[in-house]
């Protein structure tokens, strides 16, 4: 069978599909797994309003909430310290970005110099979903970068003015990698719905959609951030 080839859906984003192989994506899952347990773990984000979001999540370098933005430690969770970005998903991030460049150089300008210090893990169930958003608070302009892991989803990105159309509805399966950056950065985007069962069998992921985006936020380490979305 033929691969699905290299998209570039609009200038600065590009999808690469299947960008990690089986194994990889089962080392991934299995650390994904991992950063879920214990203390600064898997929790449920809430809308500003304060009512919980379907999807779970766990952060990693910086914690995020809509309400607070980039925090240190996991408020609105546990309250305990967010748990570090590996060296190893810095790394992985950077040869994304080298690597979506080497299709579209519009997506950043110096790819070698991206350097991820957050990173949030999504746990989608059938039902879970995610609203139109832009990714805006971050002080760096690098480009985000997005894996997927399980069950395939449609993923709609649409224009920098609007959470309207234009649009478009991409679908990111298992193992797929999406950059967005330069004239692409501050797209509006959603995770309009998973597509049950579609999961490869290999993974062994029982169901449901697990998305790794890493971010540089170009935040200093030792204030705690204001911004959020
Ligand atoms: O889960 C996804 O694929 C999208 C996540 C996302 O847009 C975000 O965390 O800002
Ligand atoms: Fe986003």
Redesign the pocket.
Known sequence: MFGRPPLVPRSGAVLLPRWLGIEQQRQLLHACREWARGAAGLHRPSMPDGTPMRVRSVCLGWHYSLRHGYTRTTVGADGTPVKPLPGWLADLARRAVVEAAELDDEVCGRPRDHKADAA?V?FYDDEAR?GM?Q?RAEESGAPVV?L?LGNS?V?RFGNNETRTRPWQDLI?HSGDLFVFGGPGRMAY?S?VRTLPGTAPAELGIRGGRV?V?VRETGLTPNLPAQRSR
Do not use: E, R
């Open positions: 949030i999504n995610l958003h990714d997005s997927s989803c993923f990111l985007h995770v998305s985006t």
